[in-house]
């Protein structure tokens, strides 16, 4: 390394009160570094007032997730090598949710989205019933386990370009976890989970660019999803009196 | 901002939009491989049901198809909302149904009785 590059040009969004700009820090650059790491950093040696949301550090907990560079990122588990420019680093709180202050966004509007998509499992059995059978090639449920893994990180949210344009679009997560659901032989509000998704700000308002997909730290693929939802919906119009 | 009752629309507009498609373009081939000329091409849409239907639903299915796309555009690139985007949207709508109808009725029946 030479000496330039032993450092890290950082640029931090920092906001408070509505009032943002960015702000430049020099950060020493090691080896096998995550962004999380640059930002600690940071605020462990520069600033302690900087602030920001991790919790588990090993990319499970989904609340570390920034624009890095301008693109939506895991922080945790995105090494610096890998998205640094130039040895530049622009990180910036998540797009398409408001600020609380510097890299903490408010996750209300987007988990609101969950409760709007009915994206909540209803039993259709209690504690006191047996189990229920899950054939796990059941056609189904090989459907709802490519949407699970899902660690609502809101990558897949900041990266939608329909969220940006649309405030009402549920988005991305929402609808993955409502088709999920909706291939649950257990759950028992699929009809009313079809009403949820098909209402102004629905799944059909989906233009399948697939920046979920291409963003989502899990390699999950939300536009699959939202199309089995615009199907399931669609087929809903042409059942209705059975 | 689509819902389930206009996603269907655009939908099933397009469905018949397709199958037009793709004999109107047959018809232009074959007229101009043919050489068919104004006159000959008039003498046979002229007091024809069938061409009425043909090019009617054409025009039916693109005007509902266009201004629900636009609306989708006007409502998330210019941020048109509420009764004037509802508005636009039909007035849209009834703008291509107009220009079209007027259109197919001209080399249909009106000058059939002439």
Same mark, same amino acid.
């Given at each position: 390394m030479s000496g330039s590059d032993q450092f890290l040009?950082?640029? +931090?969004?920092? !906001?408070?009160?509505?009032?943002?700009?960015f702000q430049q820090f020099a950060v020493p650059r090691r080896d096998n570094q995550t962004i999380l790491d640059v930002v600690a950093w940071v605020q462990q040696q520069c600033d302690p007032t900087l602030s920001y949301r991790f919790a588990c550090r090993v990319g499970m907990c989904g609340s570390c997730a920034m624009m890095v560079n301008g693109a939506p990122r895991w922080t945790c588990r995105t090494h610096v090598q890998k998205v640094a420019e130039d040895n530049h680093l622009q990180i910036a709180p998540l797009r398409n949710l408001p600020v609380i202050k510097d890299l903490a966004v408010d996750m209300d509007?987007?988990?609101d989205k969950w409760v709007a998509a009915d994206a909540v499992f209803e039993p259709s059995q209690t504690r006191h019933d047996p189990m229920a059978p899950i054939d796990p090639q059941d056609p189904m449920r090989v459907a709802a386990?490519?949407? +699970? !893994?899902? +660690?609502?990180?809101a990558v897949c949210?900041?990266?939608c370009d329909v969220v940006a344009a649309n405030p009402d679009y549920l988005g991305p997560a929402a609808l993955n976890r409502s088709w999920s659901l909706l291939n649950d032989s257990r759950d028992a509000g699929q009809a009313e989970r079809l009403k949820a998704v098909s209402a102004e700000g629905g799944c059909?308002?989906?233009?399948a660019q697939q920046s979920c997909a291409r963003y989502c730290p899990n390699e999950l693929n939300p536009t699959v999803s939202i199309s089995g939802l615009k199907r399931a919906t669609a087929k809903s119009v042409?059942?209705?009196g059975k | 901002m689509l819902t389930l009752r206009l996603y269907m629309a655009q939908r099933l507009t397009a469905l018949i939009m397709a199958p037009l498609t793709i004999g109107h373009l047959a018809v232009m081939i074959y007229a101009v491989q043919g050489g068919l000329s104004v006159a000959e091409i008039l003498a046979r849409t002229q007091g024809s049901?069938?061409?009425?239907?043909?090019?009617?639903s054409f025009v039916l299915a693109v005007s509902v198809h266009a201004a629900i796309g636009i609306r989708v555009i006007l409502y998330e690139w210019l941020g048109v909302k509420g009764v004037m985007l509802a508005g636009l949207s039909w007035s849209l709508c009834a703008l291509l149904l107009g220009l079209g109808g007027r259109a197919v009725w001209a080399v249909t029946f009106a000058g059939a009785g002439a």
């Open positions: 040009d950082v640029s +931090i969004w920092r !906001e408070q009160d509505g009032d943002g700009h509007p987007f988990f386990s490519e949407a +699970i !893994e899902c +660690i609502n990180c949210y900041a990266a059909h308002n989906c233009h042409f059942s209705w | 049901l069938a061409w009425f239907l043909f090019y009617g």
